[in-house]
């Protein structure tokens, strides 16, 4: 799947974000950003830079003050908590730094659980899960408790519950934060393959070695885009 | 891809439901017992009145509802008696069955022996018996045998039930004499507890002409009872004043000793309101209980709110799954609660031999009141966890 001059996935046009508070904190303070399908980003940027919050306003998560906010073609703005509901049901894939999976609950079943406000039978949610968690090379893991998997094990059924529904893009928030190194980059090599197979990738951290690895940089500081950067031979 | 919605099907709400449950067992068990103890407490309340209710009922079926008794009404004459000749007129009556009479001997007591101290009669009264008084009254003979006509004639006596206990007498071999009235008489039987004619439990009951002979016994009836015709039961009981006693029918009072029994069963209804209302301030208790766990459960949730948001569900279905989860705690307890008021019911029963009945409107009628003590101890918990913005559910970790 090679897309060339397509839709954007994202696009972001002077995107302004304040918090209340004296003074206000301006989050957000002027970012447009666009990305196409099947590219891979890093949105870089320390803690305090507004990246938190670009991450809930890409995830849909929260709203502009001002701007404007594409996802998957539509204008969030436009849409009611409904919509951006069913928005994030079928166009977003979560993942987190923590993971949040349930403890007590089978790999193949908290997978299944990224289609459970799709409104699929939970058979048909099953059967999907597990074609996804062979796809992330957990096949052998299906009947596995959240709390009997190692972390990076954990981090990659968050993947597939992300990927179970066939998203536009996974939003990753700090993928690798509370991963081993070995752990992290096998996660990241797992999203490099996912990225090989055509799926749109943002992944959001503060960890420079993390961004390095990933052909496209957006570096945010204050609330502001700082640079974005391909790297060469990138797709 | 624009016109997808997002969807939570019922069953998997009641699935997620469930499985918040099911994360914190111990919880969900503590705070669906504080229900439980209520509509167990509802359940056997009602349902040991209905047993209660039916086993008079049962028992008016065996006893027959057709015995009337007529008896001088209350007057400032003691020991008042009614005309010697009322049993034959009463018998003379088209719809009259049987007849039978009791007399009581004036001024006579009993006593175990004639050592104890004449003060002391227990209330007992002795009284002279017909022979066909068993069969009209429906009494049966506990041990040994009744009056006929041959003991009639001779110092024999058959105890009440009470009269038995309070004389402390169970043998009826006719070895055990007891005091009557100045001279010794063998006990030759004990009655049952006589349900429509309560007065005979405590009384000694001797032969008609024993007590003329033996005691002076005028043979004025004290109490005269009737078996009546289905039908014609309060046709009879209009006739009878006047037939029993034609110069007084004023001073005759006719009674149905049935009517007595079925008002009992129904007076218990003021104790089983009071008891029912006890039982819905447990369920009010628990309920409260169930608000406060999920009260608890919703702020200890923020970050799984906030994933589901994450994953598409809606405000209504975080709504949905907070609400269900507490209808489910209380349906859980409502369930145990029922099961617990039902076997109470079925042990208090069968200990007092009593048929077990529980109605059926009770059942629903838990069933409905837990559907609703969950709704309304969920609502504000589950509309709290709703309006909680996803991303401040994320970032409370």
Redo the contacts between chains.
């Keep these: 799947m090679t897309v060339t001059t397509a839709e954007p996935v994202i696009r972001l046009r002077d995107v302004h974000r304040r918090y209340p508070g004296r003074p206000p904190v301006r989050a957000l303070d002027g970012v447009s950003l666009s990305v196409a399908p099947g590219e891979l980003v890093a949105i870089v940027g320390p803690s305090g830079s507004g990246k938190?919050t670009l991450l809930?306003i890409l995830?849909t998560?929260?709203r502009a003050d001002a701007g404007e906010v594409c996802i998957?073609?539509?204008d969030v703005g436009t849409l009611s908590?409904?919509q951006l509901?069913?928005l994030?049901?079928?166009?977003?894939g979560?993942v987190?730094q923590?993971f949040?999976l349930?403890p007590?609950?089978s790999a193949l079943d908290n997978v299944a659980?990224?289609l459970?406000?799709?409104?699929v039978?939970?058979r048909e949610r099953r059967r999907r899960a597990a074609r996804t968690l062979d796809r992330v090379g957990l096949a052998d893991r299906l009947r596995h408790r959240g709390n009997e998997l190692s972390g990076g094990q954990r981090q990659r059924v968050a993947v597939a519950?992300a990927l179970v529904g066939r998203p536009s893009f996974l939003l990753a928030d700090e993928p690798t934060g509370a991963l081993d190194s070995a752990s992290g980059a096998a996660v990241l090599k797992l999203l490099h393959e996912l990225h090989d197979g055509g799926t749109t990738v943002v992944v959001i951290t503060h960890d420079h070695g993390v961004a390095a690895e990933l052909p496209r940089q957006v570096h945010i500081l204050d609330g502001r885009i700082e640079s974005d950067e391909y790297l060469a031979g990138a797709s | 891809?624009?016109a997808?919605?997002?969807?939570?099907?019922p069953?998997?709400t009641v699935?997620?439901a469930f499985?918040g449950l099911?994360?914190r067992p111990l919880r969900a068990v503590l705070s669906a017992l504080g229900i439980a103890v209520g509509i167990a407490a509802m359940v056997a309340v009602v349902g040991i009145s209905a047993s209660s209710r039916e086993q008079v009922n049962q028992q008016l079926d065996a006893l027959g509802t057709n015995l009337l008794t007529v008896a001088p009404s209350q007057s400032f004459v003691s020991e008042a008696e009614l005309p010697r000749e009322a049993i034959d007129m009463v018998g003379r009556l088209d719809a009259v069955e049987s007849v039978s009479a009791a007399g009581i001997v004036p001024g006579t007591a009993v006593y175990r022996n004639d050592e104890i101290d004449p003060n002391q009669t227990n209330a007992i009264a002795v009284s002279a018996a017909r022979t066909d008084l068993l069969d009209t009254v429906s009494a049966t003979v506990a041990s040994g045998r009744w009056l006929d006509d041959v003991l009639s004639a001779f110092p024999v006596v058959v105890l009440g039930a009470d009269t038995a206990e309070l004389l402390g007498i169970s043998r009826t071999d006719g070895d055990v004499q007891v005091w009557l009235g100045g001279e010794w008489f063998t006990v030759a039987g004990v009655l049952d507890p006589v349900p429509l004619a309560p007065e005979l439990d405590t009384s000694a009951l001797i032969g008609w002409p024993v007590a003329e002979s033996l005691l002076g016994f005028d043979g004025a009836p004290t109490t005269v009872y009737q078996r009546v015709a289905e039908g014609s039961v309060d046709e009879v009981r209009a006739l009878l004043p006047a037939t029993v006693d034609p110069a007084a029918p004023e001073e005759v009072a006719v009674s149905r000793p049935s009517d007595a029994l079925a008002a009992q069963a129904a007076t218990d209804e003021t104790l089983t309101t009071l008891l029912l209302a006890l039982g819905g301030v447990a369920l009010l208790v628990g309920g409260i209980g169930v608000a406060n766990t999920m009260v608890i459960a919703v702020l200890e949730r923020r970050?799984?709110v906030?994933?589901?948001?994450?994953?598409?569900?809606?405000?209504?279905?975080i709504r949905r799954q907070f609400l269900g989860e507490s209808v489910l705690l209380a349906a859980l307890g409502g369930g145990g609660g029922a099961l617990l008021g039902g076997a109470a019911t079925a042990a208090f029963a069968s200990s007092r031999e009593w048929p077990f009945a529980l109605p059926v409107w009770v059942l629903a009628g838990a069933a409905g009141a837990t559907i609703v003590v969950g709704a309304l101890a969920g609502a504000y918990p589950a509309a709290r966890a709703a309006r909680m913005?996803?991303?401040a559910a994320?970032?409370s970790?």
């Design positions: 938190s809930n995830g998560l929260d998957d073609g539509r908590d409904k509901s069913a994030r049901a079928h166009s977003i979560f987190f923590q949040f349930s007590g609950v659980d990224g459970l406000y799709t409104g039978s939970l519950r | 891809m624009t997808a919605r997002s969807r939570l099907r069953r998997d699935r997620v499985s099911r994360a970050s799984e906030g994933l589901r948001r994450a994953l598409g569900a809606t405000r209504a279905h913005p996803p991303t994320l970032s970790v």
